[in-house]
C-alpha cells in the first residue's frame, strides 16, 4: 500500500481533522494531499507513514459493510454495544451475523 493510500485509509479511520493533528499539520494540508493540490507531499505522506503504518493489514469481512480494517470493526463493534436501542441497520445485522463480533450472534 503507497503512502496516499495510507493517508486516504487513515482518514477514514478518523477523520481528516484528527489525523491532521497527530502529524501537526492543518486540515486544508490534509485535504489538499487527498486531492492531489499541495505542493510538495512527499514530506506530509512520509509523516503519515511513520504515524500510520499499522493500518497497512489485512482488512476484516463485516457482513454489513464489506471489507474493513479491524480497528473500524472494533469501532463499531463499541458503538454498537452502546447503543443498545438504535434503529440503524448496521447495529441490528452486526449483532446477529457478525462472527469476529463479541457482542452476540455467532460471535
Known amino acids: 500500500m503507497d503512502s496516499l493510500e495510507l493517508l486516504k ?17 492543518s486540515a486544508t494540508t490534509i485535504n ?8 510538495n507531499p512527499e514530506p506530509i505522506l512520509e509523516m503519515i507513514r511513520l ?3 499499522h493500518l ?11 471489507a474493513i480494517h479491524p480497528q473500524t470493526c472494533e ?4 458503538w454498537a454495544m452502546m447503543n ?3 434503529p ?6 452486526v449483532k446477529e451475523q457478525c462472527a469476529t463480533c463479541t457482542m452476540g ?3
Open 9 to 25: 485509509k487513515a482518514c477514514n479511520l478518523y477523520g481528516q481533522r484528527k489525523v491532521a493533528k497527530s502529524i501537526a499539520r
Open 32 to 39: 489538499q494531499t487527498l486531492n492531489g493540490t499541495y505542493p
Open 51 to 53: 504515524a500510520y503504518g
Open 56 to 66: 497497512d493489514s489485512t482488512d476484516t469481512q463485516c457482513p454489513t459493510l464489506g
Open 75 to 78: 469501532r463499531y463493534r463499541e
Open 84 to 86: 443498545k436501542v438504535h
Open 88 to 93: 440503524d441497520r448496521l447495529y441490528r445485522e
Open 105 to 107: 450472534g455467532r460471535g
